[in-house]
């Protein structure tokens, strides 16, 4: 049981150019979110999704985009990179019951 | 929407002492969830200790117990018999039980003195 995993766990990019950060849980867990934590601010929600199919946006989705095809995955997509999305970015997956279970992290630079 | 405020960015203690860290949060809703979370260097999120709005009685793990004053909208965390391990950024949590999203506090810095 791997939990909920990230890649990749470190990225530098230059500012206009695009990525997707990849997560997946095999907890079989409806709800998956993302976020970022930024220095002084704790963390914000990005987007999130209730089940396969469904997404919404949390506090700071601008500039990026989610889909959910399967229970499993969630990726993040930034379709381009500005220095203001420098940060650290987390999945996290949970059964509908607040308790969230978190992937390791994933550092991204835009220089 | 909801609010969590954690008002104290860093805390210091000594080994085997106890410290409490403080965490207010604002909402309208009857059903919610709190929980503390630990992030040490390594930078994994853990669950510390988690409260359900409904319950009356403060959650308690093992060294760690909270304080969930409900009328308040208070809920503060107590370490006892602190250890050097315990060293982390500490982030009070709410989530809605209405539209399932978890909120942060900005966090708060605790360093243990040997």
């Known amino acids: 049981n791997a939990g909920v995993t990230q890649t990749p766990k470190f990225q530098v990019l230059k500012t206009g150019q695009s990525m997707t950060l990849q997560c997946a849980q095999d907890m079989n867990h409806e709800y998956m979110s993302w976020y970022r934590q930024d220095p002084g601010m704790g963390l914000r929600l990005i987007h999130y999704s209730v089940g396969a199919g469904i997404t919404d946006q949390g506090e700071v989705p601008n500039g990026y985009n989610v889909s959910r095809s399967t229970t499993e995955d969630f990726p993040l997509r930034l379709l381009s990179a500005a220095p203001s999305q420098t940060s650290v970015y987390f999945c996290?997956?949970?059964?509908?019951?607040?308790?969230?279970?978190f992937g390791p992290g994933t550092r991204l630079t835009v220089t | 929407a909801q609010t969590v405020t954690q008002s104290q960015p860093e805390m210091s203690v000594q080994e085997a002492e106890t410290v409490t860290l403080s965490c207010t949060y604002d909402t309208s809703e009857s059903d919610y969830y709190l929980f503390w979370y630990k992030q040490p260097p390594s930078r994994q999120m853990i669950l510390v200790i988690r409260?359900?709005?409904?319950?009356?009685q403060n959650a308690t793990e093992n060294r760690f117990s909270v304080n969930f004053q409900k009328a308040a909208k208070s809920f503060s965390l107590k370490i006892s018999d602190s250890q050097l391990g315990d060293a982390a950024m500490y982030f009070c949590?709410?989530?809605?039980?209405?539209?399932?999203?978890?909120?942060f506090g900005k966090g708060i810095t605790l360093s243990v003195r040997p």
């Open positions: 949590a709410y989530f809605s039980g209405a539209n399932s999203k978890l909120t």
């Open positions: 409260q359900e709005a409904y319950k009356q």
């Open positions: 996290a997956s949970n059964r509908g019951l607040g308790e969230q279970y």
